[in-house]
Each structure stands twice: as C-alpha cells, then as structure tokens.
C-alpha cells in the first residue's frame, strides 16, 4: 500500500490517542478551576475500538502512537491497553504524554507491558508554584515518577516545561540543570493560545528561551534524540540529557508535521489547532468495519490543512480545549 500522504506531500506516521479527557490536576493554561463537564463513559473509546484504528493505522503506515488524555494514567488498566497495541508488529515507537502524579505506581508495569519512553508535565520545581499552576498534586508525586521512569528503563525521558512569563519563566536555567547530571531530556514550550488563559505578554518566544540557556555555554544541535519531533534540540559538552525548544506559535513546524490525533471518542483530529475532525464511531459501533476505519482515516489525512495559525490568534478568541485534544 502507498504511504498515507495528505495533499502537501507529508507523509503521516504518528498517531496521538487521547484515551480519557479526565485528569486529575487543572493547570493553568489547561483547565479552568471548576474544571469541565467529563464526558460520559459510554462516549469514550473502549480499549479494543483503539486497538481497531490502531491496527487500520499501522497497515496505512503510522508507525508512532503515543496514549495522552487528559491524564491517561487515570483511566482504569491502561498497562493492559500498552500490551495490546505493543502487538501491532507495524509499530515502531509507543511513547505516553503524563503529568507524572501517578507514574511512579505504574512505571514498571507500563515497561513490562512494552511502554518505550515517557514525557512528563513539569512547569516549576518550587513545590507552592507547583500547586499555584498544577491547583492540585504535589511536586513530590511527580519527581518520584521521574526517578522510577529512569529506573524503571524508559528511554529517553523527556520534561516537557510550558514557558509563561510572570509565572515561571525565571526557572528556565534552573530546569534546564536536569539535563546537566541526570539523562533527562528538557524541552521548554512556547505558551499556546488554546483554551481561555493565553495572552501576548505571556508569550515567551523560543528565541529567547535559547538566549537565557547561552548561560551553560555554546548549544551543540543534535538530531538523533528518539522522538524529537518538532523540537530543536541541544546538549553542552558532559551533559548526560539534552534541552529543546519547541516555538509552538512562533516557529510553527507545520511544513514538517506527521501526526493525527485520536481523541477520547473517536474524532480523529487532522491539526491540533483546527476544530475540524472526522468522527470514527460510525466505524467502530454496532461492529468494526476496519474497510470504513481505512476510509475515514485517509479523509482525514486529506482534510489535514497546510499550517495552523495560531501566531495570528489575539487574545479572547480560544478555540478548544487541550484536555478535550489529547494535547
């Protein structure tokens, strides 16, 4: 069969699965306090219907899945979900997005099941920052699930760090020093104008972010790290981890992107800043037709628009929720 390619010529192997859009933190620029109206259980995909796109997927050419939420290690038996799709022979990477509160209980059964490699949420490593932008959780829970993912033999084990002036953009050294002593992987990320919280004199470019960490000394790129992705990514001489910048709005790397995005009921989502998505439940309920899976896919990947445009998004115009995306 063909590569799964949209209109531009980009070739589609990654697939982001959100597999709950419940969490248990409501951070900042993701939830609002009262958090939202949780969808009903009997909307959200059942572990054999992922399973079913997955293996559609996989046979069009998707080679990458990474499970998301909300906050996926809050949905009952997911380590059985991971052994599932580690079956999908076409799949070469299976990764998880994760606030890390719950990691640590989980880290070695999601590795034995065939978990590869892990990103874990960490805006801040003052312990009241943490639960000003968190609102819930303690830092503690989540330093625990990075020290039992490195242990546990997940690899690499990236920190993914949301930039917002005023808030915590004077830690950007400070948590960049992760990467110095320990093989972590920082990856500092532009404040995205999704949801209700984004506003321009939050912003803090990826330039400059590049600027502050010139205090360790001259940044080598590098272009190996497994699941780079969008990021541009650096390491300083000795450095056992890397830091990376990812300019979401302002260094958009739509002429690069690769991925799709399954949310929790089965809208398949071409753009993560695009409302439009094709619904996969027709497909999958009263029985699977994996031929209509097959269809719906491609039209998708044929839907996928050219870029996003968030770098045009004033303030007061959020489009969607990134707990309702998968992220």
Not at 238 to 263: M, P, S
Not at 309 to 326: D, I, N, S
């Amino acid at each position: 069969m063909m590569p799964l390619c949209d209109r531009f010529a980009r070739r589609i192997s990654y697939l982001r699965i959100s597999v709950t859009d419940r969490c248990n933190l409501r951070c900042i620029y993701c939830l609002p306090a009262c958090g939202i109206r949780w969808l009903p259980r009997v909307e959200v995909l059942r572990f054999e219907e992922i399973l079913e796109v997955v293996r559609v997927a996989a046979s069009l050419g998707v080679t990458h899945v990474r499970l998301t939420g909300g906050e996926p290690l809050i949905r009952d038996g997911l380590p059985d979900l991971v052994a599932m799709l580690a079956e999908v022979p076409q799949l070469e990477d299976l990764s998880l997005t994760t606030n890390g509160v719950r990691l640590a209980r989980h880290a070695q059964a999601l590795v034995r099941a065939g978990l590869r490699r892990v990103n874990i949420s960490l805006d801040t490593l003052k312990p009241e920052r943490f639960r000003a932008i968190t609102r819930f959780g303690s830092i503690e829970e989540v330093q625990r699930g990075i020290g039992t993912a490195l242990a546990a033999g997940l690899s690499p084990v990236k920190l993914n760090v949301v930039v917002m002036r005023g808030v915590n953009d004077d830690e950007i050294v400070d948590l960049a020093r992760l990467a110095v002593d320990r093989p972590l992987h920082v990856r500092f990320i532009e404040l995205m104008p999704i949801g209700d919280y984004f506003t321009r004199e939050r912003l803090v470019l990826a330039e400059e972010i590049l600027a502050r960490l010139s205090v360790f000394g001259e940044l080598q790129p590098i272009h190996s790290l497994q699941g780079c992705g969008p990021a541009q990514a650096f390491k300083w001489p000795g450095a056992q981890g890397t830091v990376g910048v990812i300019g979401a709005v302002t260094q958009a790397f739509c002429a690069q992107c690769n991925r799709l995005r399954l949310t929790a009921t089965g809208q398949l989502r071409p753009c993560l800043d695009d409302t439009a998505a094709v619904d996969l439940k027709p497909a999958l309920r009263p029985f699977v037709d994996a031929d209509q899976i097959t269809a719906l896919i491609q039209q998708a990947v044929r839907d996928k628009p050219e870029r996003h445009h968030m770098a045009e998004r004033e303030a007061g115009t959020p489009r969607l929720c990134m707990a309702g995306v998968g992220g």
